[in-house]
């Protein structure tokens, strides 16, 4: 893959995640209602995830952390996925909107894109940098 392209993907990756995040704090009710009871503090959870979106976003474009961001965002993206399929197997509403039942469902395999979209971004295919140079 082109360095141009991957540079591309990283920013579009970036401006992903920084909104989202920030959408985790202008409308947090949107997210409390997806989290699944058994998890404690919904609301506390729906901000260190948005936090943590758009800390990844921006770290992305940093060289020195872009690796780190990306596994960051890989984890964040398994650990909300619970959510994801609480919200298929009880039809939850977005916001006010009710969205077909294929829509939610279809969702949770686009989890696996969004994870290829932040390896490709962030990952350059050569040797992990998180290791101490020698």
């Known amino acids: 893959m082109s ?38 503090a919904p ?13 990844g976003g921006m770290a992305v474009l940093l060289p020195s952390f872009r690796k780190l961001a990306g596994w960051g965002l890989v984890i964040l993206l398994i650990a909300v996925f619970p959510a994801n399929i609480y919200m298929a197997m009880e039809e939850l509403k977005i916001g006010a909107q009710m969205v077909p039942p294929w829509v939610l469902w279809t969702r949770l395999p686009l989890q696996l ?3 290829g979209w932040v390896w490709v971004a962030c990952h350059d295919g050569k040797r992990d940098e998180l290791r101490p140079q020698k």
């Open 3 to 40: 360095a141009r392209l991957r540079r591309i993907l990283r920013w579009a990756l970036a401006v992903f995640f920084v909104a989202a995040g920030t959408n985790h704090f202008i409308n947090p009710e949107l997210y409390v209602a997806v989290i699944p009871p058994i998890l404690p």
């Open 43 to 55: 609301r506390a959870l729906v901000f260190i995830s948005g936090f943590a979106e758009i800390v």
């Open 113 to 115: 894109v969004l994870i």
